[in-house]
């Protein structure tokens, strides 16, 4: 799998009780959302971004907004004047899914763009 194919996927409606990825996989997926990182119990992932301004910031967290709102997977997101910390875990599962690592990579080519 490379990042176009989770580009092309969609977020997913999961039940609770939907297993979460194990250790292996999610480091599989790490691989190829570049810059994500899991937190130290693997029950999410996070990646921090860093803008020239404010406007920018604000820019890029308003296209996050209507992303989650589209694919109904919303992260957690801190952010100070010109940077953001972004947090991807799947509450139904307790942990990260495939729908973290779609959310990742689409949120990563939001900062490409």
Request: aromatic fraction near 10%; hydrophobic fraction near 40%; charged fraction near 15%.
């Amino acid at each position: 799998m490379d990042i176009n194919t989770l580009l092309t996927q969609s977020c997913q409606p999961l039940k609770a009780g939907t297993p979460a990825m194990i250790i292996p996989t999610i480091e599989s997926y790490l691989s190829i959302v570049t810059g994500w990182q899991a937190a130290f119990d693997y029950k999410s992932i996070e990646k921090e971004f860093v803008f020239k301004n404010h406007y920018q910031l604000m820019a890029f967290l308003n296209a996050v907004a209507y992303l989650s709102h589209q694919q109904d997977h919303h992260p957690e997101v801190c952010y100070g004047y010109n940077h953001t910390k972004i947090k991807l875990t799947t509450h139904s599962a307790k942990g990260v899914t495939v729908n973290d690592m779609i959310m990742a990579a689409r949120i990563s080519q939001l900062h490409l763009a």
